[in-house]
C-alpha cells in the first residue's frame, strides 16, 4: 500500500510540472524615448523557453551571464525580431542587452535617433520557430495611446498602427 501510494505521489507532481508551463508567450514593448530621441524596444521571454531553444539549436546549457553565450541569444534574437522602415529596409536595431532571472529573459534593443513614426512594419518569429503554440504579443506605446499586435507561427509580419 505505501508503495501504491508513494507511486500516486510521484505521479502527481510529475503531472504538476506538466501543467505548470502551459503555455508559451512572449510580450514586447515599443516606445520612443524623448530624452536620447530613439526608439526603445523591451523583448520579455519565459526563462523554460530561451533555455529550451538554445539547448535544442546548440545541445547544450547556456549561461546568459557569459558575453559569448549572450551573443548566440543576440544572433538569434536579430534574425527572429526586427522592425521596417517605409521602405520596407530593416531598421538598425542596437542591442543593449539581457537581464535574466527564474522566471524571466528581459532583453534591451534600440533604434538610435529614430522616430517611433519611422517604423511602419514588425517582424516577430522569437520562438515561434521552435514552440507552435508560441504567442508574441507586441505593445506599441505612442505617446501613451497603446495598440497591440499579436503574433505567432502563422502571423509574423505586421504593420504598425
Known sequence: M????????????????????????????????????SIEVVHTYMAHDIEALLANL??????????????VLRKYIDKQFYLLG??????????VGVTTSVESVVIYQEVEKTALADAV???????????????????INRAGAIATLTFDRNKKELDLP
Open 86 to 95: 517605409a521602405d520596407r529596409a530593416r531598421l538598425p536595431l542596437r542591442w
Open 2 to 37: 505505501k508503495r501504491r501510494l508513494a507511486l500516486g505521489a510521484l505521479l502527481a507532481c510529475a503531472c504538476a510540472g506538466a501543467w505548470a508551463h502551459r503555455f508559451h508567450a512572449g510580450i514586447t514593448d515599443i516606445s520612443f524615448n524623448r530624452n536620447t530621441g
Open 121 to 139: 512594419r514588425a517582424h516577430d518569429e522569437v520562438l515561434s520557430d521552435f514552440l507552435p503554440d508560441q504567442v508574441n504579443t507586441v505593445n
Open 58 to 71: 546548440y545541445q547544450r546549457q547556456f549561461d546568459l551571464s557569459d558575453p559569448q553565450d549572450e551573443a
